[in-house]
């Protein structure tokens, strides 16, 4: 019929409509003309009408059921629609009746695989691919995904990277090489692909998932939240999309948005307890912690195998000081998986706050052996040993290498900044690499000086690696010229954007802490990087050049460490802006009437078990006396038993301790009005506690080590002229405690007018802290140049 001609040529040129009209005429007029009832299937694919193409493909089959190229696309039609049993069906006879059409064989194979029967989608591809006739890049695209759903990761690479061979501008070979590189967590190889894939498909909504998905493993999660937004509009607006961008939201501490994302997830069909648990995490993120404990426990009523729920709370109960409820939590979440890192390394921190070192450590090498990468894991181990007097500075080192080695030293950059002016005299841009420019100590030894650098020597640019803002965090973005909010990009994006930004040295002030960004710290971003203050110990990292130490010659000789020490003169750190705390005249036990007190008010955790036992040798000698020691959770009955028992193997009855938790701040100056003489822990001595105890007329005894954290109460004690209560060794440590409990005219002589030397002491000196840093840096920069 000459209609039916015409049509096909219509249809071939694009007229859709005009050849629809001219099929109709030729199924009105010759109702038994299978090739018509086809063409209309076709049309109406075309169009997107996959119903009308279903019944007019069913007619082309009832009339011609032999046709196999009718059962393909009755089939294609039936999966398209979502009937995937049907669609299979007329697949599987449709190949039957052309065993050698690979156009059957993919679709087929392509039916298999969005009914998730992999094998069999492998099974029909393997054939196809070895039959060799026809391929398409497609072809080796759909068997690379069954081989990676059935787990044949290996193989599945290769039939992706041939895929792109074949056609280098096939945008799904490139996503699925993303996809799968992802999944191996080899980040460096997806994020190519997934761009490559972007360049090529802009708009698919499928590429900008995995763009997100990679973003966020890669810690970019404001780039990975404009992702999953893309992915939404272009069409994948499901739950799991929805809650994928609440976690990016949460990551960038973005609090209103994440609450919007999370509630349409849940609208979308997320559980109750999933919406809890990140509100938990959200609020953690941001320090509300009450807030964070009810929707925690809130989480876990719901659903009690929620085991990320149960993790999150062990932190926050930790934070709160409910240390039992902290222990609690974990041991219920280690029932469950006994290798749950996360669990392992949050109890360990529980008894590393209870200074049970060895209990602790024991927890981060479980955590270890299950995780060799874990970074916290590593970093946690190291505050453990820096804590405990049965570790040594060879533990320490061996330590901090073996963090270097296994984690840091592969993202290590050869780059020797060709492009970077080498002039000398010029003026040098400073990086400051921190999360704690809030009320924190570090930020208290650092915005005393930030703003007193001479501005044609110096500018100051800092990364700020938190969410928390308040008003210490204003001060210092005002006191810098360029700050930067970088909580939001992962390691490799920072340290691009430190090496952009052109700064020559680089200052990390985490070092192993919490809020650290020691992986872009590791790829050496800048000339010259410098650790300081925040971990007063190595960080045994090949990318750090110089940790910055007081002039002392146990440090500067550097056996303990794996940077080169740079002694600053006179001390360490300055620190001012100290509460206004008034000093109650006389000593406390005359004041009082009270035994004389002796006083630690460090975190129990520093409270090493050498410590203990010679704390409680001084009471025992000085038997009218008492201790008073500060603990996370100090009201936590368990752990004041806990306490209670450590000091009682060695005599010491519990009347004698009074055990504080953690205060407000004017609370906990006010305390030092009720010690008559502190003690110094060790192995890691007291830092901003020093600082605040001379502050508040306290002297103290301290007994230095060989190593940063347990020389930090000599180079205090020093500067304001009380070099006496440095002990020589522990027996001496006893005996000058013991000393000056029985002398309290000479120690009343100690206490007169202790603030005062400080205020005049190089303690408290930012404009000369800031020419000794100006001239520090400028010596580093020329031995680089």
């Not at 802009?202 to 893309?230: H, K, M, T």
């Amino acid at each position: 019929m000459h209609e039916q001609g015409l049509a096909e040529m219509a249809a071939k040129a694009g007229d859709f409509e005009k050849a629809g009209e001219l099929f109709e005429i030729v199924v009105s007029a010759q109702p038994e003309n299978h090739r018509a009832w086809c063409g209309l299937g076709e049309i109406a694919t075309h169009v997107g009408d996959a119903e009308s193409a279903r019944v007019f493909f069913e007619h082309a089959v009832g009339l011609s059921p032999d046709t196999a190229s009718y059962r393909q696309r009755l089939g294609e039609a039936c999966c398209r629609m979502g009937e995937l049993g049907e669609g299979v069906a007329q697949l599987e006879r449709a190949l039957a009746l052309a065993p050698k059409d690979s156009a059957v064989a993919c679709a087929l194979s392509g039916a298999y695989v969005a009914s998730d029967n992999w094998s069999g989608a492998r099974r029909i591809l393997d054939k196809v691919l070895a039959a060799g006739k026809g391929l398409l890049p497609a072809h080796y695209c759909l068997r690379g995904m069954a081989l990676q759903h059935l787990g044949e990761l290996d193989a599945a690479l290769a039939d992706f990277k041939q895929a792109a061979r074949m056609d280098t501008d096939y945008a799904d070979a490139w996503l699925s090489l993303a996809d799968l590189y992802r999944v191996r967590e080899e980040i460096d190889k997806a994020a190519p692909c997934a761009q490559q894939a972007l360049a090529l498909a802009p708009d698919s909504a499928n590429v900008a998932l995995a763009c997100g998905d990679i973003e966020l493993a890669q810690g970019n999660s404001r780039r990975a939240a404009d992702f999953f937004r893309r992915a939404i509009e272009l069409g994948i607006d499901t739950p799991h999309v929805w809650a994928k961008l609440g976690i990016a939201l949460v990551q960038c501490g973005d609090t209103i948005p994440a609450i919007d994302a999370m509630e349409k997830a849940h609208e979308l069909g997320v559980s109750d307890d999933w919406i809890f648990e990140h509100m938990g995490l959200l609020f953690t993120t941001r320090g509300q912690l009450d807030v964070a404990r009810e929707n925690l426990e809130m989480a876990v009523a719901r659903r009690p195998e929620n085991l990320n729920a149960w993790n999150m709370l062990i932190v926050v109960y930790s934070k709160l000081g409910l240390s039992e409820k902290a222990r609690q939590s974990a041991e219920t979440i280690l029932a469950v998986d006994p290798r749950h890192v996360n669990a392992l390394l949050n109890l360990g921190s529980w008894y590393s706050d209870q200074a049970r070192n060895a209990e602790a450590l024991a927890e981060y090498r479980k955590a270890l052996a299950v995780n060799p990468k874990s970074a916290t894991a590593y970093v946690n181990s190291l505050w453990v040993l820096v804590h405990s007097s049965e570790s040594s500075a060879k533990d320490v080192l061996q330590l901090a290498r073996e963090f270097d080695a296994h984690l840091c030293r592969p993202y290590l950059r050869a780059d020797n900044f060709p492009g970077r002016d080498r002039r000398r005299e010029r003026k040098l841009r400073i990086g400051w690499l921190t999360s704690d420019f809030r009320t924190h100590p570090v930020a208290a030894f650092v915005l005393p000086f930030l703003d007193q650098f001479d501005p044609e020597q110096v500018e100051s640019v800092v990364y700020y690696n938190s969410a928390a803002v308040d008003e210490i965090t204003r001060r210092c973005r005002a006191a810098v010229s360029l700050w930067r909010e970088v909580l939001s990009i992962g390691d490799e994006e920072l340290a691009r954007l430190i090496e952009s930004d052109e700064v020559d040295i680089l200052i990390d002030l985490n070092g192993n802490t919490e809020g650290n960004r020691l992986l872009a710290v590791a790829r050496k971003p800048a000339p010259v990087v410098v650790t300081w203050l925040g971990f007063p110990g190595t960080s045994g990292m090949s990318a750090i050049d110089y940790i910055i130490v007081p002039p002392d010659p146990v440090l500067e000789a550097g056996a303990w460490c794996s940077e080169t020490p740079w002694p600053l003169p006179d001390c360490y750190g300055v620190r001012t802006g100290i509460p206004d705390v008034p000093i109650l005249p006389g000593l406390p036990c005359e004041r009082t009437g009270r035994p004389f007190t002796f006083g630690c008010l460090n975190n129990f955790r520093k409270a090493s078990q050498e410590t203990i036992r010679l704390w409680a040798d001084i009471l025992n000698r000085v038997p009218d006396s008492r201790l008073v020691v500060v603990a996370r959770g100090g009201r936590d009955g368990a752990l004041i038993a806990y306490i209670h028992q450590q000091f009682g193997r060695h005599g010491v009855r519990p009347e004698r301790l009074e055990i504080l938790g953690i205060q407000p701040q004017l609370a906990y100056f006010g305390s030092y009005n009720d010690i008559d003489l502190g003690l110094d822990p060790f192995p890691f001595n007291g830092g901003t506690t020093g600082y605040d105890s001379i502050w508040m007329g306290v002297p103290y005894v301290t007994l230095p080590g060989d190593m940063l954290v347990s020389r930090m109460g000599k180079v205090i004690l020093e500067n304001v002229g009380l070099g006496e209560l440095v002990a020589t060794d522990k027996d001496d440590y006893v005996s000058r405690a013991v000393a000056l409990a029985a002398d309290r005219e000479r120690l009343k002589a100690m206490r007169a007018g202790l603030r005062e030397r400080m205020l005049v002491s190089p303690l408290m000196d930012a404009p000369r802290m800031a020419r000794s840093l100006e001239r520090a840096f400028r010596s580093m920069w020329e031995r680089w140049c």
